[in-house]
């Protein structure tokens, strides 16, 4: 390998996120995965737990703390949310870190500890951590270290809604997310509620009230508000391996229109590869953006006067994880923004 490229290290690598990032980055002109880890499947070969990328040419699994760390440049961590902190903190200063868990989301360590269930173990770090919402924080994630790469579900949310805020266009405390998602949202690991007859033939609802992405929608839709804000937030389990859709319900601010909310995203994200916004009187499905970094949006009139309804969608998997975090390796690394990312969806 050409001895210029970014040295990528992976941990966590067996999991559907870290999957997703060797799928991607196997096809990055630009880098080199040089470390894999993944503890319970140490010393394996990369191709006994990815058959489906046999021809690319990847390193063994190894345990994280035998990486040779001089040897790296950039680090994924798709490891399990409170782990990272304390392995992340371990790193060597040299390392620029993109973090797929949510422990550098939440700038309110309290707020996090709420939420997860215990203190922040690596609060210096925190501080220093960029949020990597990459439409709307590109300047931040091309400087930072860390990047605390967001949620699915929260991706989906702010992507239509932060603009529309900033521009004064919809009442920002009278929001209503009703979000549905496929089932590899809740990880690779045996658990019951992702067993096949708990998922198939059915939809059901899950974390209602309680879901750990609502702080994530409101720290971000409270910053563009410039007050706090609270949100009305169900997510749903869909018998579906991959996909979010988002449908979200809004009230206009006085002398807002459907128009002007379809106008103000379309003129907000004109020049944005990965983010597109649909004409009038079309809707998006999960299936057009399936396998690909994209996100489709569009507006609809409410039956209810003064109100609309927004939808968004999204590969959880990519758009919602592993694609936005290599897309902000590339703005970090300065490599062209859409840089392995450029596939189109798979349809059907």
Known sequence: MASNKLRIAILGASGYTGAELVRLLSRHP????????????????????????VLADLPNLTKIDEVDWTGVDFVFCCLPHGLTQEVVAKLPAHLRIVDLSADFRLTDLDAYATWYGHAHLAPELQKDAVY???????????????????????????????????????????????????????????????????????IHAYGVASHRHAPEIEQGLSEAAGKPIIVNFTPHLMPMSRGILATIYVKLAPGATVDKLRAALADRYRDEYFVKVLPNGTAPATRHVRGS??????????????????????DNLVKGASG?????????AGFAEETALEQLPLFP
């Not at 932060?162 to 690779?188: F, H, M, T």
């Open 30 to 53: 630009h880098v080199q995965i040089v470390a894999l880890t993944a503890d319970r499947q140490a010393g394996k070969p990369a191709s006994e737990v990815f058959p489906q990328l």
């Open 132 to 202: 990597g919402l990459t439409e709307l924080n590109r300047d931040a994630v091309r400087k930072a270290r860390l990047v605390a790469n967001p949620g699915c579900y929260p991706t989906a949310a702010q992507l239509p809604l932060i603009p529309l805020i900033e521009a004064g266009l919809i009442v920002a405390d009278d929001i209503i997310i009703d979000a549905k998602s496929g089932a590899s949202g809740a990880g690779r690991d045996a658990k019951l509620g992702s067993l096949f007859a708990e998922v198939a033939d059915g």
């Open 293 to 314: 970094n994209f996100v489709i949006m569009s507006v609809h009139a409410d039956r209810v006067p003064g109100r609309a309804i927004l939808m968004a969608v999204e």
């Open 324 to 332: 936005q975090a290599v897309q902000n390796m590339n703005v970090m």
